[in-house]
Nanobody, 125 residues
């Protein structure tokens, strides 16, 4: 069973940047569309971004577009989420999971329910 491990979460000041990593062993992430999600206290889990398998097409939620960048490194078998201009509203548990893909387009809000432990991001002064 595919198990993804998130890392890189930290406490940062508003306006700061952070890069999260998503990795696994035993499977090649290159074969999957991967998405990043966020679970904030008292809020529903929301899809942030995804990257498709094959062409590596990227999709973003409107509220992170221009601030977050998703990428993959197939050699390292990892998917990354670079985040900048962070605000306290970005605080939450960040998770990665495979998402559905239609042709070459990944679906950022349509996850397969295979959740890991996540990594905590706290944006606070």
């Amino acid at each position: 069973q595919l198990r993804l491990v998130e890392s890189g979460g930290d406490k940062v000041q508003p306006g700061g940047s952070l890069t999260l990593s998503c990795s696994t062993s035993g499977f090649s992430l290159a074969n999957f569309a991967i998405g990043w999600f966020r679970q904030a206290p008292g809020k529903e889990r929301e899809g942030l971004a995804c990257i498709s398998s094959g062409d590596g097409n990227k999709e973003y939620a409107g509220f992170v577009k221009g601030r977050f960048t998703i990428s993959r490194n197939n050699t390292r078998n990892a998917v990354f989420l670079q985040m900048s201009a962070l605000t306290p509203e970005d605080t939450g548990l960040y998770l990665c999971t495979p998402v559905r893909q239609v042709r070459t387009t990944c679906m950022p809000g349509d996850p397969y329910d295979s959740w890991g432990q996540g990594t905590q991001v706290t944006v606070s002064s």
